[in-house]
């Protein structure tokens, strides 16, 4: 069992930064794959970012691609999303995952264990 929490979500104006963090326990962190998604409102949920386990391998959507940066520390069992020149529609609750084989997939289904979420709203 993994156990996952986001925080570091809140309200910030069109332009700003925030950065989120994803703390895990419950098994070695360092052997598997972080992922963090969003979810909008009414839409799907969808992929935002995700790292491998070294952190030498990470993936973007084309929506955040040079505005958000994953990174991850092993030693404290963390994951962030720095989120910089943030827009209204980036508005969501962002979750992060867990693939235990691995993966840095953009499909929900390659991923075996999610937080509960945190807020983001950003206020144009």
């Known amino acids: 069992q993994v156990q996952l929490v986001e925080s570091g979500g809140g309200l910030v104006q069109a332009g700003g930064s925030l950065r989120l963090s994803c703390i895990a326990s419950?098994?070695?962190?360092?052997?598997?794959?972080v992922g963090w998604f969003r979810q909008a409102p009414g839409k799907e949920r969808e992929f935002v970012s995700a790292?491998?386990?070294?952190?030498?391998?990470?993936r973007y959507a084309d929506s955040v691609k040079g505005r958000f940066t994953v990174s991850r520390d092993n030693a404290k069992n963390t994951v962030y999303l720095q989120m910089n020149s943030l827009k209204p529609e980036d508005t969501a609750v962002y979750y992060c995952?867990?693939?235990?084989?691995?993966?840095?997939?953009?499909?929900?289904?390659?991923?075996?264990?999610w937080g509960q979420g945190t807020q983001v709203t950003v206020s144009s």
């Open positions: 419950g098994r070695t962190f360092s052997n598997n794959a």
């Open positions: 790292i491998s386990q070294s952190g030498s391998w990470k």
């Open positions: 995952a867990v693939n235990l084989g691995g993966s840095i997939s953009a499909s929900r289904d390659a991923w075996d264990y």
